[in-house]
């Protein structure tokens, strides 16, 4: 991704990711801030309180993703978004907002940000994420498409998609929670080790380590003992 009125973004999925934080009540901002700052890789540039503030400070320091509150007192914070993309920059952009209306989330997908957090929330809520964000980040820099199951895998989120998108009985807060163990293991984890690792049941542990093979998001290797079946250990793609 290249912004228009600087150089070419690193394409490394890897690098910093530099975060604008966007909130008229300066207390909330530092809260945020200090949430930001506790998850890696992500650091926070730069706080406005406007949304004339906003665009200038993306200006100033070429965010990699924007926390944009909706209630600022110089308009609306959507539309901050076309603002945005007027003056050239391809940041993303996650709301974080007491706004509840249908209408207002609606706008917000068609904007095309890439999450709605509803205040107030804690720290695990925003963490989850911006993992989850900086994942899927990490696919689009790296991906190679060869056929329609690599876009798939692509549009198919990170380690802890949208409650709608899981299969039914299983919850956004647990796919959070053995996806982060799966991506910060050393090596491949069996469904023995991850259970052991989070405290679910080895059956919850396969569940959802099979629902990322399924999605593209873990890759499976088969370890053959001296007798019986072959074990099945994941890796987290990228």
Known sequence: MTAANGPA????????????????????????????????????VGVASTGAEAVA?????????????????DGFGLDVIPRLRAAGHDCDVMVISAAR?????????????VDYLLKPFEF??????????????????TTVVRSQADVDRVLS?????????LPKGMSVETADLIGRTLRESEGTLSATECATLTGVSRVSARRYLEYFHTTGTAEVALRYGV??????RYRWRG
């Open 157 to 165: 989120g990170g380690s802890g998609p949208a409650a709608g998108g």
């Open 9 to 44: 973004r690193d394409a490394d999925p890897a690098k910093t990711l530099d975060v604008l934080v966007v909130d008229d009540d300066f207390m909330v901002a530092r809260v945020h801030r200090a949430f930001v700052e506790r998850v890696r890789p992500f650091r926070v």
């Open 124 to 141: 695990e809520d925003l963490r989850s994420r911006l993992e989850r964000y900086a994942a899927q980040r990490g696919r689009l820099l």
């Open 57 to 73: 400070a993306a200006d100033e320091h070429r965010p990699d993703l924007v926390l944009l509150d909706l209630y600022l007192p």
């Open 101 to 113: 209306e249908a209408d207002t989330v609606r706008g917000a997908v068609r904007h095309g940000v």
């Open 227 to 232: 007798a019986g079946r072959p074990e099945r």
